[in-house]
């Protein structure tokens, strides 16, 4: 845990533009900067960054924060990591933290080693081919071969290991590193008391983490045997968990981030020849077969992902199970197939970028058109064998957790099949009622799962009534007058301003005070809440703040570790448009801004949110009354002398913005 005035030092001393400066091209534009958006692809520069407030604004994707929300963004840090990051570059000692068990220290000490024997065997394979005569006749050749540049295969850090037996071993031991760890990572392999390099005679692919460090190798033999597999990889180690990594995700993930989109290939070979080719938000499983782990990891950097399948690809079926497994993960899939007798690979080599990226973007079918077109060869005519697809398509279907989409999807399946859309719309809540009662199952709740977890909008029957509970997101509508409430309260909270008043003997007077403590007063007085859950937080920030005689800035929100209410700031900070100086200094226009009519803009403010909230109490009323019955004559003369209370309220702030009552 960072101290806060650690915090506050941090934000203090960072200069904005010059950490965005080392990922974005930027150019003084009045007080601020101008660059493209590092996250979207464009032409016309979108991106802002203020030095005066130190925040930036990306108009292009909505995207604004802080410094520290700009690495997290951009390099997917979490809130400390960014803060860590920022006092490495500007020299702030950060206080040491609470001191790790033996336990602790003893595996972080073993993670370390093996990570340092990774980096030092990958640093090896490297100078193998590059300096030793076998490498470059063997190892270099083949890369060259395979139609790979000498920057990219520097890039990715591609290597040798020579086939002598032992390099390896022998370069490891006179380094004098731990045996134990050396075998850990598995470089180096044991029997009968001998000792051999487990890669001998191997091409060499580093696996790196999202980081960039060495996690472990993948090892491609040269050899034609077919006693000799083609491929060796780490075994798994404290290090290295095959169904947690995707290869080439670290070269990949600002391009993903970028272009909102993942291709997800087999092989490394894909990965190497789709990035020279220019295509370079391409990843692999490394032939293992899709995870959990693995979908998590990219849905870091986007929602979408479409999957590349080789032409002649034996294995698609085989390979639906991922796709389903990316549909429950609440993502969006879709699928390229190759010619036949072309895979990513080869495909990316032997056409132009421009012929690859139109190829990739006309054939991307979704996964119903894909998965159909793939089960209809197998059903031909064969009416059973047709209703089991469309029973395995509608299961897919029915894995999608957002209702909306499922039933998007059931039209369409519904479509494509010339079936009734009732009836898929059945089948797909029959398929989620099972996978419900699985997961229960495989969870051993202990509770019951009945087949009515899911929304009856979207997947019920005319005999069955579903209610699915959706979570509320921080996305949700809220109220305009809440918004401008806060959005006032934030940008003009610690300003003064006077307004109209009455001393005790009812003679009008003028009385000064502060935005903050005149919006806090005005909802004090009339027990008024902000429905809005970060409003009322802002809102109960502030609160907390006069009660202790303290005003605070933007800049407070701004060092806040929720990026949420951060980015909320920062949009209040940011204006697309900046005035020129010159339209005083040169033209005399004197225009007119908020601050120079501030005292009525916050009471129109007040008023506007207090209608909003008595109106909406009105429609609660108006609503109970529609629904009492007529022997309950008692609640109704209450109800109606309520909104009737409330009826004449609502008019009086309406006089005073000078609104029409209706």
């Not at 604004?64 to 920022?86: C, D, I, N, Q």
């Not at 899939?333 to 690979?345: A, Q, S, T």
């Not at 797909?428 to 799962?449: L, Y």
């Not at 209608?611 to 007529?630: G, H, P, Q, T």
């Amino acid at each position: 845990m960072i101290p806060p005035h650690i915090v506050d030092e941090i934000m203090q001393t960072a200069r904005i533009e010059e950490v965005i400066g080392e990922f974005v091209s930027l150019k003084k534009k009045g007080s601020s900067y101008m660059g493209l958006s590092p996250f979207t692809d464009e032409k016309t520069p979108s991106f802002s960054v203020s030095p005066s407030k130190q925040i930036f604004k990306c108009f292009s994707t909505g995207k604004g924060g802080t410094v520290v929300s700009f690495l997290m963004e951009k390099e997917h840090y979490t809130y400390p990591e960014a803060l860590r990051w920022l006092a490495d570059k500007y020299g702030i000692v950060l206080p040491e933290e609470k001191a790790p068990t033996a336990e602790e220290m003893a595996a972080h000490t073993e993670k370390e080693s093996l990570f340092i024997i990774n980096d030092f065997a990958k640093n090896h394979f490297v100078k193998n081919m590059f300096e030793h005569d076998e490498g470059k006749a063997i190892g270099l050749s083949y890369f060259e071969e395979r139609g790979f540049r000498s920057d990219i295969i520097k890039k990715f850090e591609l290597g040798y290991c020579l086939n002598k037996g032992d390099d390896f071993t022998l370069a490891a031991q006179e380094k004098k590193y731990k045996q134990e760890y050396v075998e850990t990572v598995g470089l180096v392999k044991s029997k009968d008391d001998r000792k051999f390099d487990f890669f001998r005679g191997r091409v060499m692919f580093p696996i790196h983490s999202i980081t960039g460090r060495i996690l472990g190798f993948g090892g491609r033999t040269l050899q034609t045997e077919k006693k000799v597999a083609k491929y060796y990889n780490s075994p798994e180690s404290p290090i290295y968990h095959k169904s947690d990594i995707l290869y080439g995700l670290y070269f990949a993930k600002n391009d993903i981030i970028k272009y909102d989109n993942c291709f997800l290939c087999e092989g490394y070979t894909d990965v190497i020849s789709m990035y020279q080719a220019g295509t370079q938000n391409v990843v692999s499983s490394s032939g293992t077969s899709l995870t959990k782990e693995q979908i998590k990891l990219i849905r870091r950097y986007t929602k979408n992902i479409t999957i590349l399948y080789d032409g002649d690809n034996a294995g698609i079926k085989a390979s639906f199970r991922g796709i389903d497994l990316i549909l429950e993960e609440g993502m969006s899939v879709k699928v390229v197939l190759f010619p036949e007798g072309e895979d990513p690979d080869s495909f990316a080599k032997n056409n132009s970028t421009t012929v690859l990226e139109d190829y990739l973007k006309d054939h991307a079918q979704d996964f119903v058109s894909f998965k159909s077109e793939i089960l209809l060869k197998d059903a031909a005519n064969d009416p059973l064998k047709k209703a089991e697809l469309i029973r395995d398509v509608v299961s897919s279907v029915g894995l999608i957790p957002d209702s909306i989409v499922r039933s998007v999807y059931a039209q369409e399946v519904a479509a494509k099949f010339d079936i009734d859309e009732d009836i898929v719309i059945a089948e797909i809540a029959k398929s989620r009622a099972k996978t419900i009662e699985k997961k229960a199952g495989e969870t051993k709740r202990a509770v019951n799962v009945p087949n009515t977890s899911f929304d009856t909008t979207q997947t019920s029957t005319p005999t069955q009534k579903h209610t699915e509970q959706v979570k509320p997101k921080a996305t949700d509508q809220f109220d305009s007058s809440e918004f401008e409430l806060i959005r006032v309260l934030v940008k003009y909270g610690v300003f003064a301003i006077e307004i109209p008043s009455q001393d005790k003997d009812g003679k009008e007077i003028t009385i000064e005070t502060s935005v903050a403590e005149l919006i806090c007063h005005e909802l004090e007085k009339d027990e008024l809440t902000l429905d809005y859950p970060l409003f009322n937080k802002i809102h109960s920030m502030v609160a907390k703040g006069l009660e202790e005689s303290t005003f605070f800035q933007p800049s407070y929100f701004l060092r806040n570790e929720d990026q949420e209410l951060v980015r909320l700031v920062s949009d209040i900070e940011s204006e697309e448009y900046e005035l020129s100086p010159s339209w005083f200094e040169k033209l005399k226009i004197i225009t007119q801004g908020e601050r120079d009519k501030l005292p009525r803009l916050i009471m129109d403010t007040v008023y506007s949110f207090k209608v909003a909230k008595i109106s909406k109490l009105i429609l609660e009323i108006k609503d109970k009354i529609e629904k009492l019955s007529e022997d309950e004559n008692a609640d109704f003369s209450d109800l109606m002398s309520q909104q009737i209370r409330l009826d004449s309220a609502r008019k009086v702030f309406l006089n005073k913005l000078g609104r029409i009552y209706q």
